[in-house]
């Protein structure tokens, strides 16, 4: 029975929770989020399945102290920059984490003196680290590094995720860019509003490692999907001619030629212009292999998914801080109704 | 720079040993074969790439005496009885074993005698065992256990690989049953000439260990596929009512419903009745995932990847006799020319 913190209680954090108290080998010790109205209210109570006597700390520090968690899951943001002082006052608990923050799926290449430091304090606490989500983390780093394992020799990677957000809101409308007219999505790349995938670089430096690939440049593009039809979803309409989503993509060079080349064009309703969701790998190799997922695994469910599903084996495993690559394949862990079983 | 050598020199070990020899990080430092027509032959002449100066040794154990490696590839047969003594061997000698013997890719149910043994022995000299291939070792136990990674809940699993026996010859044809009447067909499978696809108590007790489901039973069924049309090789013609191939199917049973699925149909030329090739794993839980590879990942390039593939991640890992689930996720290693290079 592994004791489960989540710090974070966001769309993320909050199915995590609720994802840990359906395992059978977890417990759910704790939560802690800096919202003011979620501080000391019961999880189950937020989680709308009544009481279960979990609280929200106000204070990770204290809530780790009082639960003794083996390993807390940190949902806070997306960046290194960010996530990195909350990873090490954790594992300065001599507790492991999982966090879903993009830019620790592959930390060695976005911070490499960041990740230094998480690796040397989480080794001298004998304790592990993991990024992971749906992507980065599994769909276009994971899922291909595992299909190369079949080839005698790779060549080029070839991989898409295409998805729909139509049920997503406002925020994600605006770091997309949906809804705006072309000008506007220039000047929101220009001014950092719209941001599109936040994941390809890390991707990319994961399979590169993986593969003993030497990688020259990353090119990354974000285009506007300019929508031909009318989409409309419960929270934003576009029009004719305005912006329905972002294409983002990444072109890793080695020796002048693309070897990786990845796209995540992310919209509304791809639908309505005959556009398939789904996630697409192509290996050009011997044997070539040709893999899709239709339609794509979804965004946040995945995420929930693997960040809870890789816990045992980051508890399990050697010190330091990891990458899926290191470890042993992901897995869905059983699940069960033991949080109705005495005490939680 | 790991040392490898290859025990049996068949379709497969020749291969495999063509293939250690491509890569950047290995060396291959000797082969055994039981032929007499190879034995002290150069392994180069015998693959038609020239002299190499690595012989084929007519003894496993002067062979590792005499080359030092750190991992012995046993590609001799494909039962666990066969093998066993095989491994032990190398083992004794402290060296570590990737088989492709297809019962060893999850031993512990089909002998666990055998495999507690084969564990046991590995432990006390540190070095690991792995049994591995394309199938069993991963489009049917190690990818449906990685996609589950992505899920919330596993209700149900459905896969089928569906190949194409074209190009193989006699022997395969005999062990399928192709060009077999109806009759002949039965006669086979009752006296045993013909077997199907050795792997489904393998794949579906791995896939099972890993998300902790108890199977009570798993019913297996060979069935003959009867062409319609006719459909001919370079080495069998089957006329309309033969037989083209063995439709192996295994339904493994929890609580007397069917949880794993799986579906092996082997035939010559199948999109001569409209049927494509290809990998398909179905997931029904929280989300379904549903995904195809078409083409079919090839069997025996596949086969020759995995285990040349594993050497690392096998000779680096912990001591013992562990399965696919249990090391970390596969990867194609770096292709180089470093046989042209000296030493050998």
């Known amino acids: 029975m592994y004791r489960v913190a989540v710090w974070g209680f966001g769309a993320m954090g909050s199915g995590i929770a609720r994802n840990i108290l359906s395992k059978v080998n977890m417990k759910l010790v704790g939560v802690h989020d800096k919202r003011k109205e979620y501080i000391g209210k019961d999880v189950g109570e937020l989680l709308n399945i009544g009481n279960i006597n979990i609280k929200v700390f106000d204070n990770p520090l204290k809530m780790i102290e009082e639960t003794n968690p083996d390993l807390v899951v940190i949902a806070t943001h997306s960046f290194i920059s960010v996530v990195k002082d909350q990873i090490i006052s954790v594992l300065k608990k001599n507790v492991n984490v999982i966090t879903i923050a993009e830019e620790m799926s592959y930390p060695y290449y976005t911070d490499p003196y960041a990740a230094n430091e998480i690796d040397h304090v989480a080794k001298r606490h004998s304790v592990t680290v993991l990024g992971t989500g749906v992507n980065p983390g599994f769909v276009l780093d994971t899922l291909i590094i595992t299909l190369t394992g079949a080839c005698l020799n790779v060549e080029k990677i070839n991989a898409s995720r295409i998805n729909d957000l139509s049920p997503f809101g406002p925020t994600v409308m605006e770091t997309q860019g949906v ?103 192509n290996i050009k190799g011997d044997p070539d292999i040709s893999m899709s997922i239709k339609p794509e695994i979804p965004g946040g469910k995945g995420t929930v998914a693997i960040a809870t599903n890789m816990i045992e084996s980051v508890i399990e495993s050697k010190p330091g801080l990891l990458t899926m690559a290191d470890l042993p394949i992901p897995r869905a862990l059983l699940k069960g109704d033991t949080f109705f079983e005495g005490g939680y």
């Open 179 to 281: 809804g705006t007219t072309p000008q506007e999505f220039e000047e929101g790349i220009k001014n950092g509003k719209i941001v599109g995938h936040i994941g390809f670089q890390q991707s990319i430096r994961m399979i590169a490692k993986a593969l003993g690939w030497k990688i020259d440049k990353i090119i990354e593009k974000r285009e506007p999907i300019i929508s031909n039809v009318v989409r409309e979803t419960k929270y934003i309409k576009v029009e004719p001619g305005m912006v329905a989503g972002c294409k983002h993509t990444a072109k890793a060079y080695m020796n002048d030629e693309v070897v990786i080349d990845l796209e995540h064009p992310q919209q509304i309703l791809p639908e309505k212009e005959n556009v398939q969701t789904g996630d697409y790998i």
